[in-house]
C-alpha cells in the first residue's frame, strides 16, 4: 500500500511559478512509476507528466511541454511538478498517483492517487 499527499497548490498571477510536491509513504516508492495528472471543474481528469521509477526518463502533455517539469528524489520518497510560465487553463485540482506501468498516460493504468491540491491561476 501506498499513501500519497500533495502540497504546494495555491493562487498564481498568470506567467508565474509554483512547485507541487507529493510525499509517499511506504518503502516501496522507486518501485513506482509516477505521475501528474488534473482536473478542471466539469471536465474529466487529464494527463499532466509522468517520471519512470528511476527519474530517467520523463511524457509531458502536449499542452504542459516545455513549462512544467517532472522530477523525482527516491531518497525523499518524493516527486516534483514545477510548473513555469502558468496559463489560467491550468487552473484544476492537481493529483499525484502511482503505477507499475512505465510512464503510463492514463488514469486507469494508476494504481495509488492523492487527495488533490487545487492550482488557481487568476490576476
Known amino acids: 500500500q501506498v499513501q500519497l499527499v500533495e502540497s504546494g497548490g495555491g493562487l498564481v498571477q498568470p506567467g508565474g511559478s509554483l512547485r507541487l510536491s507529493c510525499a509517499a509513504s511506504g518503502r516501496t516508492f522507486s518501485s513506482y512509476a509516477m505521475g501528474w495528472f488534473r482536473q478542471a471543474p466539469g471536465k474529466e481528469r487529464e494527463f499532466v507528466a509522468a517520471?519512470?521509477?528511476?527519474?530517467?526518463?520523463?511524457n509531458y502533455a502536449t499542452s504542459v511541454k516545455g513549462r512544467f517539469t517532472i522530477s523525482r528524489d527516491n531518497a525523499k520518497n518524493t516527486v516534483y511538478l514545477q510548473m513555469n510560465s502558468l496559463k489560467p487553463e491550468d487552473t484544476a485540482v492537481y493529483y499525484c498517483?502511482?503505477?507499475?506501468?512505465?510512464?503510463?498516460?492514463?488514469?486507469?493504468?494508476?494504481?495509488?492517487w492523492g487527495q488533490g491540491t487545487q492550482v488557481t491561476v487568476s490576476s
Open positions: 517520471i519512470s521509477r528511476s527519474g530517467g526518463s520523463t
Open positions: 498517483a502511482g503505477s507499475r506501468l512505465p510512464l503510463a498516460t492514463m488514469t486507469a493504468n494508476y494504481d495509488y
